[in-house]
């Protein structure tokens, strides 16, 4: 079995969200990652913050600058067990929060 990064893409503009609605979204999330524990293929996952920086190289220095495109920004990954990219695909495809707009990007880990 390989190891895959599930990165939730999902627009950080629409933060900070009700707590009521963020805590539906999360408590999704969390039924969603014990089904992925259940079928045993579940290693690691956690949301992250919506503030974050980008260190780039300029002209050959270090520049912070807030992210770029925070319509498209990360919100939280799942790293997951799959045979191969296409089954990491059609297990990704059970995110629940596809309905908010989110999107997931199915990565394999080196």
Not at 8 to 15: A, G, K, S
Not at 75 to 104: F, Q, R, S
């Amino acid at each position: 079995m390989a190891q895959f990064i599930l990165l939730i893409r999902e627009d950080l503009t629409r933060y900070p969200l009700p707590e009521e609605e963020l805590n539906a979204i999360i408590q999704a999330h969390r039924n969603w990652a014990k089904e992925l524990v259940d079928k045993g293929i579940f290693v690691s996952g956690n949301g992250v913050d919506s503030d974050g920086r980008l260190i780039e190289m300029i002209n050959g220095d270090l520049i912070l600058q807030p992210l770029r495109d925070v319509h498209d920004g990360i919100g939280g990954y799942y790293i997951i067990e799959a045979a191969d990219l296409y089954e990491a695909v059609e297990i990704a495809k059970g995110c629940p929060t596809y309905k908010d707009g989110d999107m997931i990007e199915v990565r394999q880990l080196m």
